[in-house]
């Protein structure tokens, strides 16, 4: 099965990364990809855009030459309280909402601590997906997590630059994560975290963790563009009607 719908990428405004909106138009359209999300830093990481950045989405385009594209963030959490970095009316201007741990806005702590954080993250109802939660210095209770996810309709991603280039070591939580969500009978969603656009839509290793877990494909996001739009109308976003012609 082709997955052509990729939620995690990083652009030029993270200073970080090396590709331009150009040019993950131009590689999914290479590589078949049907839906995309930009989801630059939140503003509190030090080399991310400024809060200007995700208000003046705007002015972007949400389809080209019949490709879809999201506009996000992947937000940091703050503290324990589980606030992030981009907050009130101007959320209703993004189409998608990322929020994960970055060492330079949330040191790592405790288990207890990590937990707490995403738990009141996620029943915030601002956040729709948390970002590798899988990552070994954010260790966190898995099953108290999956459960609040699954309760709060968030799902949570199996990154996959989490087994590449960052994050390492993060195979055996990612693992026990998918498995925890599946019976929690959560939702997964697959994200290529890329910061170059050659590796969008990269999913193998991902994939791998969700194979060896038998991870129902009816709740994986991935799985069609109308999965996903219909996840984030669900919650609450209220999306274009642009990507009608997603479907044609």
Not at 21 to 33: E, L, Q, R, T, W
Not at 69 to 90: C, H, P, Q, V
Request: proline letters at 4%.
């Amino acid at each position: 099965m082709a997955f052509l719908v990729d939620i995690h990428a990083h652009t030029i405004a993270s200073t970080h990364a090396y590709s331009t909106v150009h040019d993950y138009f131009s590689v999914a359209k290479n590589k078949g990809i049907k839906l995309f999300a930009i989801t630059d830093h939140g503003p509190d990481m030090a080399d991310a855009p400024h809060f200007w950045h995700f208000v003046n989405m705007r002015v972007l385009p949400r389809v080209v030459d019949g490709i879809g594209m999201l506009r996000g963030i992947e937000a940091n959490i703050k503290n324990t309280a589980g606030e992030i970095d981009f907050y009130g009316d101007y959320l209703q201007l993004l189409d998608i909402v990322l929020a994960g741990f970055h060492e330079p806005v949330f040191a790592p702590s405790s288990q207890e601590t990590h937990t707490h954080a995403l738990i009141n993250c996620i029943e915030s109802g601002y956040v729709d997906i948390i970002t590798h939660p899988g990552n070994p210095a954010y260790p966190i209770d898995i099953e108290r997590v999956a459960q609040a996810a699954a309760k709060h309709n968030v799902a949570l991603e199996i990154n996959n630059s989490s087994f590449l280039t960052s994050r390492k070591g993060s195979l055996t939580n990612c693992t026990a994560i998918a498995e925890a969500v599946k019976h929690a009978g959560g939702l997964l969603v697959m994200g290529s975290d890329s910061h170059v656009a050659f590796s969008l839509g990269d999913f193998e290793k991902s994939l791998e963790v969700i194979n060896a877990v038998d991870f129902p494909i009816d709740r994986l996001l991935n799985r069609s563009p109308e999965a996903l739009l219909a996840f984030l109308s669900a919650r609450g976003h209220t999306l274009s009607d642009e990507y009608s012609v997603l479907f044609e």
